[in-house]
């Protein structure tokens, strides 16, 4: 059974850093892409960061580069998502999720990703 076992996450005032971690069991990470999708109260689904991890090639969303880095150890099958000048408007439920394309997981309004892990709430105070 494919899981994505996702924690971290939590409150913190602005320009303060969190981490998240994404726990991949029933497949590899090697050869796969995994990442961080969210979503705010009333607001569409929005790709945060995506790796993929046998390149270690990185995407991230515009309203995120600079701030937050993705990294990945394959030997533990975990991703994590370093959250570093948080702002009040990064409030919001993070998903991580994972698929073979990047592209595909930094699209969630499509929904096409494979496997998603449940969310974690970020909040984000001024």
């Known amino acids: 059974e494919v899981q994505l076992q996702a924690s971290g996450g939590g409150s913190v005032q602005a320009g303060g850093s969190l981490r998240l971690s994404c726990a991949a069991s029933?497949?590899?990470?090697?050869?796969?892409?995994i990442g961080w999708f969210r979503q705010a109260p009333g607001e569409k689904r929005e790709g945060v960061a995506c790796?993929?991890?046998?390149?270690?090639?990185?995407m991230y969303g515009d309203s995120v580069k600079g701030r937050f880095t993705i990294s990945s150890d394959i030997s533990k099958n975990t991703a994590y998502l370093q959250m570093n000048s948080l702002k009040p408007e990064d409030t919001a439920v993070y998903y991580c999720?994972?698929?073979?394309?990047?592209?595909?997981?930094?699209?969630?309004?499509?929904?096409?990703?494979?496997?998603r892990g449940q969310g974690t709430q970020v909040t984000v105070s001024s």
């Open positions: 999720a994972a698929d073979p394309l990047c592209v595909v997981v930094l699209t969630p309004e499509l929904d096409e990703f494979d496997y």
């Open positions: 029933g497949f590899s990470l090697d050869g796969n892409a």
């Open positions: 790796i993929a991890s046998g390149l270690g090639s990185t």
